[in-house]
């Protein structure tokens, strides 16, 4: 089975701390990506990545970096935390399929980040 | 823009009834894929059930299964038989040949005993 790990589930930052969450997979995947989840607005994409040292801004990467140093791990950063930050941050991965692609993606728990 | 709507925010469902939940999508492309996810309360999500745009049936995955209906851009999910297992808040995604996800607001499903 695919398994994406999170490495937090829940997390309390203070404005303005450099906050990382850290998503790893262990499947061989090519793509990662990180979304924000928020009620009534579903996920939002904020970066992926098709490759090691690759990465594509999405809807909302405002306030938000990632570094993709190795294929199996993708790291969210939050330069300077802010309050309109508290959310649920998911991470996936996928396959980089050709042919006849699924496009499926799999997810990590989730992580709850608070910033006070 | 492609956009994905779940007009349901919330709905609810007696245990063995079934339920039906929508999506409605917009693109101009003509060869894409739509996802059902579930994500149960405080669990990872799943993908439940995938329709290829090219393809005329319906996908089907046990008690899963879809309207997908082309022309209206229209993609239902019913659940068959609910369970209390079904509980979860349900999204509807969208990609177009692109492997990144749109996805909708979601609907929360509550299957009562």
């Known amino acids: 089975d695919v398994k994406v790990t999170q490495s937090s589930r829940y997390l309390v930052k203070r404005t303005g701390e450099k906050v990382f969450l850290e998503c790893v997979q262990d499947m061989d995947h090519e793509n990662m990506f990180w979304y924000r989840q928020d009620p009534g607005l579903g996920l939002r994409l904020i970066y992926f990545s098709y490759d090691v040292k690759m990465k594509e801004k999405g809807d909302i990467p405002e306030g938000y970096s990632v570094s993709r140093e190795k294929k199996e791990r993708f790291s969210l950063i939050l330069e300077s935390a802010s309050t309109n930050q508290t959310s649920m941050y998911l991470c996936?991965?996928?396959?980089?399929?050709?042919?006849?692609?699924?496009?499926?993606?799999?997810f990590g728990p989730g992580t709850r980040l608070t910033v006070t | 823009a492609q956009t994905v709507t779940q007009s349901q925010p919330e709905m609810s469902v007696q245990e063995a009834e079934t339920v039906t939940l929508s999506c409605t999508y917009d693109?101009?492309?003509?060869?894409?894929?739509l996802f059902w996810y579930k994500q149960p309360p405080s669990r990872q999500m799943i993908l439940v059930i995938r329709q290829e745009a090219y393809k005329q049936q319906n996908a089907t995955e046990n008690r899963f299964s879809v309207n997908f209906q082309k022309a209206a851009k229209s993609f239902s999910l019913k659940i068959s038989d609910s369970q209390l297992g079904d509980t979860a808040m349900y999204f509807c995604a969208f990609t177009s040949n692109t492997g990144k996800l749109i996805f909708g607001q979601g609907t929360t499903l509550q299957v009562k005993p």
């Open positions: 996936a991965s996928s396959l980089a399929e050709t042919g006849s692609p699924s496009y499926e993606q799999y």
């Open positions: 693109t101009s492309e003509n060869n894409y894929y």
